[in-house]
């Protein structure tokens, strides 16, 4: 049985720092396209970083430069380092695994807010 389990999430002031863990169990962070997307209120949930078997990492323009998806194989984890917050970045932000074949799960979710 796969689950993800995010953790991090909080309240911080704009221009500070967070960063938010996705425990796996069931499926290895090495094997799928391992994804961070955010859902604000009354908007559609998106895509703000992923990180494919390869390492390769992807990022949404408006985070670019900003935050940071890694992986730690080890410990199964997949991180998302968020610097330079904004209140428009208050979410909540889900983990995901997916792979080529058209499945995918989804973690619990965990709220970020940026206070201004």
């Known amino acids: 049985q796969v689950q993800l389990v995010e953790s991090g999430g909080g309240l911080v002031q704009a221009g500070g720092s967070l960063r938010l863990s996705c425990a796996s169990s069931?499926?290895?962070?090495?094997?799928?396209?391992m994804g961070w997307y955010r859902q604000a209120p009354g908007k559609t949930r998106e895509l703000v970083a992923d990180?494919?078997?390869?390492?390769?990492?992807n990022y949404a323009d408006v985070v670019k430069g900003r935050f940071t998806i890694s992986r730690d194989i080890a410990k199964n984890t997949v991180y998302l380092q968020m610097n330079s917050l904004r209140p428009d970045d208050t979410a909540v932000y889900y983990c995901?695994?997916?792979?080529?074949?058209?499945?995918?799960?989804w973690g619990q979710g965990t709220q970020v807010t940026v206070s201004s």
């Open positions: 990180m494919t078997s390869r390492g390769t990492a």
């Open positions: 995901n695994a997916r792979n080529n074949r058209g499945w995918n799960s």
């Open positions: 069931g499926i290895s962070v090495s094997i799928y396209t």
